[in-house]
Every structure is written in C-alpha cells, then in structure tokens.
C-alpha cells in the first residue's frame, strides 16, 4: 500500500516562499506518477502540478504557472513543491496525490485519476 507523508506546510507573509514535500513509501517511486493539489478555505480541491513518472513529464495549473516549480527527487523518494512569491489566496491544505497508472499528460489535472492520497499540510498566507 502507497503511503503519502506531506510536510513543510506553515505561516508564511504574502510574498514569501514556501517548500513543500512529500515522501512516498509503500511502492518503487518510479512507478508513481505524483501530483499536488490544494483545497482553500471553503472551496472544492484543485490541481497544482504533476510530474509524471517514466519521462518526468510536467504540468502545472495555469494559475500558477511562474510562481511554483514541482519536483521529484529520486534518491529520497519525495515529491516537492516551490512555491514562491505568496498572496493570501494561496491559503489552502495541500496534498500528495500519486497513481501506479499510466497517465497521459492531459489527465494529470484529475484528481479521480489518482489512487492515493496524503492528510494533506495546512499553508497559511497572512498578508
């Protein structure tokens, strides 16, 4: 069974930079084809990035895209997220997603695509 262990989640001011990673256990990592998503304060869980495995193909949110850079280290079996120049609106739990599938680059953004998940790590942005 994949185990998902997230940490480097805090509070940070606007503008900072954070962290994040996540180590994965249970499976070869490179099997896995890992991803963050995040769920701000009241609102539905959306993507972040992902980098497949195999190829370490990449794919971020739009949103972001400038602000955050997703990945993967081998030797340590992690997953990490950079995340630089913080607005309050990045105030969310973020959490480690991996599947043992296949997944094409168009499906990364799927949350239903990924089989396992962490707890999630609180990150909070004051301004």
């Known amino acids: 069974q994949v185990q998902l262990l997230e940490s480097g989640g805090g509070s940070v001011q606007s503008g900072g930079s954070l962290r994040l990673s996540c180590a994965a256990s249970?499976?070869?990592?490179?099997?896995?084809?890992m991803a963050w998503f995040r769920q701000p304060p009241g609102k539905e869980r959306e993507f972040v990035g992902a980098?497949?495995?195999?190829?370490?193909?990449?794919s971020y949110a739009d949103s972001l895209k400038g602000r955050l850079t997703v990945s993967r280290n081998r030797a340590k079996s992690t997953l990490d997220l950079q995340i630089n120049n913080l607005r309050p609106e990045d105030t969310a739990v973020y959490y480690c997603?991996?599947?043992?599938?296949?997944?094409?680059?168009?499906?990364?953004?799927?949350?239903?695509?990924?089989?396992?998940w962490g707890q999630g790590t609180q990150v909070t942005v004051s301004s």
């Open positions: 997603a991996a599947s043992a599938r296949g997944l094409i680059t168009s499906s990364l953004p799927r949350e239903q695509e990924y089989e396992h």
């Open positions: 249970g499976r070869a990592f490179s099997d896995l084809t």
């Open positions: 980098v497949k495995r195999l190829n370490y193909g990449t």
